[in-house]
């Protein structure tokens, strides 16, 4: 009992839809619908009775609608073409998803070295779990929000938003209200209410880089949210629920910024559930080569420039480079080279590498990149190590006073 349209009467592909044709029959029409397994395609039956208990049979039994034909050909008609539009959208949203997914997810992340496939193993296990904070250590440039979006997007909070913050581009003053939002009137240009990063996340992923540089005294507040799913806005009384994920990063050691002072040690262990550390790109000699040749067919597909062959020479050098600027300096290095190169060419000395400051040493005693407060901190310690731990000694050689180096070493003034 198919009703097949004809070429005056044509039906939008692509609605996917159960039509049953009741042509005078419409009591086994009745008994086919309450046959029908449960499913979510949306089921219409056309008949040729206008009695309204026929209408009203069809829809107790499963049918979304019942039409009776001729009368009601143009409603029928409007009807598909609104299911085909809502299918195509369906199916568009789920492909923008998927490509969402592909393009932010752990398949994002290239690279084989055996370090970052731990950090990216790790990821995934924690990816699953929709409530588990994180906290990404690693170099500036080696890729945190990278996996901090893997973690959203391979996870089950993917369909909500991922929302990003640096802790460190955003005055002081703002940021609370950044993170938390206001109400109107609570400060000078306060026009209207706002909501906060962590309200516009709802269901999501909040992620906070850079979190070493938040203020002292917005830590508490970012504590309590952790522990109560609950944020007021500034110039607020009402505490607003939230449902989100916090992935944090941070590329100074935040064990050592609670030693100095300059962070909240709960806050800390709060973060850090689970610790992802991600290695420096020095340690990724095998990636070097492969990340090279996929930046470069990228950016010229961008500039829609002839993509180039890396000579062997250029290969060493990438190689022999420790790219202490991590990814993001091997990524602006190769964009630049390629500009600047006749069009199918890549020229080496383009790549204008600068081995700048030595890069830091994971096993040393002096912490770098990292705040003042913390490398003062490690050196006064490091030179007392240096001297036998005679303090006099070591503030001679520091050039202070013997009460100061105390002060230092008990992560006081600087």
């Not at 516009?200 to 970012?222: H, M, R, S, Y």
């Amino acid at each position: 009992m198919e009703w097949a349209p004809t070429a005056d009467r044509p039906v939008p592909s692509g609605a996917g839809l159960i039509l049953i044709a009741a042509g005078g029959v419409e009591g086994a029409a009745l008994d086919l619908l309450g046959e029908l397994p449960p499913s979510s395609t949306p089921t219409y039956v056309i008949g040729s009775s206008s009695e309204h208990r026929i209408a009203a049979a069809c829809v107790q039994r499963g049918a979304r609608d019942y039409f009776a034909l001729p009368d009601d050909l143009d409603l029928l008609r409007r009807t598909l073409e609104r299911e085909g539009r809502e299918a195509k959208a369906v199916v568009n949203a789920d492909r923008f998803a998927k490509e969402e997914q592909r393009d932010n997810g752990f398949s994002a992340i290239l690279g084989r070295s055996p370090a970052l496939e731990q950090a990216l193993a790790e990821g995934r296990r924690v990816a699953v779990h929709a409530d588990v904070t994180v906290l990404i250590g690693g170099e500036t440039g080696t890729g945190k929000e990278l996996l901090a979006r893997a973690i959203h997007y391979d996870g089950p909070r993917a369909a909500k938003p991922f929302v990003e913050i640096n802790c460190a581009a955003i005055p002081s003053n703002l940021l609370e209200s950044e993170l938390f939002g206001h109400e109107r009137g609570a400060f000078t240009g306060a026009l209207a209410a706002r909501p906060g990063l962590f309200e516009l996340a709802d269901g999501g992923t909040v992620f906070l880089d850079e979190i070493g540089n938040l203020p002292i005294e917005l830590q508490p507040k970012l504590l309590r949210a952790l522990e109560t799913r609950g944020i007021r806005r500034v110039g607020g009384q009402t505490v607003r629920q939230v449902n989100v994920r916090v992935i944090a990063a941070s590329h100074i050691d935040l064990a050592q910024a609670v030693s100095a002072g300059t962070f909240r040690e709960d806050l800390y262990y709060r973060l850090n559930v689970v610790m992802l550390t991600l290695p420096p790109l020095r340690q990724r000699a095998a990636d070097v080569e492969m990340l090279a040749e996929t930046f470069l067919a990228r950016i010229a597909r961008d500039y829609r420039l002839p993509v180039p062959v890396l000579t062997e020479q250029t290969r060493a050098l990438l190689r022999g480079h420790r790219w202490p600027g991590n990814i993001r300096e091997l990524r602006n290095s190769i964009e630049r080279a390629l500009v600047l190169s006749p069009p199918g060419t890549f020229r080496a000395d383009e790549l204008r590498l600068m081995d700048g400051p030595p890069p830091p040493d994971a096993d040393g005693p002096i912490p770098f990149p990292a705040d003042l407060r913390t490398i003062i901190h490690a050196t006064a310690e490091a030179t007392l190590k240096l001297c036998s731990g005679n303090k006099s000694e070591a503030a001679r050689r520091l050039g202070i006073s013997r009460p100061r180096l105390q002060r230092l070493l008990d992560g006081g003034e600087i």
